[in-house]
């Protein structure tokens, strides 16, 4: 007696779970390599990130919206164990990308720190300065 033939659900089922544990080889763009461990990478950049912006002060607007971005980021990295989700999630791009703009936004910070932005201007601009046409 024959067995019956698996169905294109369960057949598509199994190749998706095959998939799943499957690495990429290639992220498919020039000089970006494909991140072995994207979780530790990004909690590690995300803990410096939040580390770094205590230096700055509490009402100073980049500090405001960067950790809650940071903060919503790294929540999802810490409930989302699968790389292909976490991606859709964060909606940013390949997980790689996700890594580059962390590591940017990480020296930006402490950039911000050495230009204190959010001190008073050392002088005031000129009162036209803004005004176009001149």
Same mark, same amino acid.
């Given at each position: 007696?024959? @067995?019956? *033939? &698996?169905? *294109?659900?369960?057949?598509? =089922?199994?190749? @998706?779970?095959?998939?799943? =544990? $499957?690495?990429?080889?290639?992220? =498919?763009?020039?000089?970006? *390599?494909?991140?072995? /461990? ?9 803990? %410096? ?5 205590? /230096?700055?002060?509490?009402?100073? $607007?980049?500090? %405001? ?15 989302? @164990? !699968?790389?292909? %989700? +976490?991606? !859709?999630? +964060? /909606?940013?791009?390949?997980?790689? #990308? ?7 936004? +990480?020296? +930006? ?10 001190? &008073?201007?050392? #002088?005031?601009? &000129?009162? /036209? ?6």
């Amino acid at each position: 007696m024959r @067995s019956p *033939a &698996p169905s *294109a659900a369960s057949s598509k =089922g199994a190749a @998706s779970a095959a998939m799943a =544990g $499957a690495l990429r080889k290639t992220t =498919g763009l020039v000089g970006l *390599a494909v991140a072995e /461990n994207p979780h530790e990478r990004l909690r590690i950049l995300y803990t %410096k990130i939040l580390g770094v912006l205590e /230096n700055i002060p509490k009402d100073a $607007a980049y500090r %405001k919206y960067t950790e809650q971005i940071v903060n919503e980021r790294f929540d999802l990295v810490k409930k989302e @164990s !699968d790389v292909q %989700k +976490l991606q !859709d999630k +964060l /909606n940013c791009g390949q997980i790689e #990308e996700v890594i580059v703009q962390a590591e940017n936004e +990480l020296s +930006l910070a402490r950039k911000m720190i050495q230009w204190k932005p959010w001190e &008073p201007l050392v #002088e005031e601009p &000129p009162s /036209n300065q803004w005004r176009w046409p001149i």
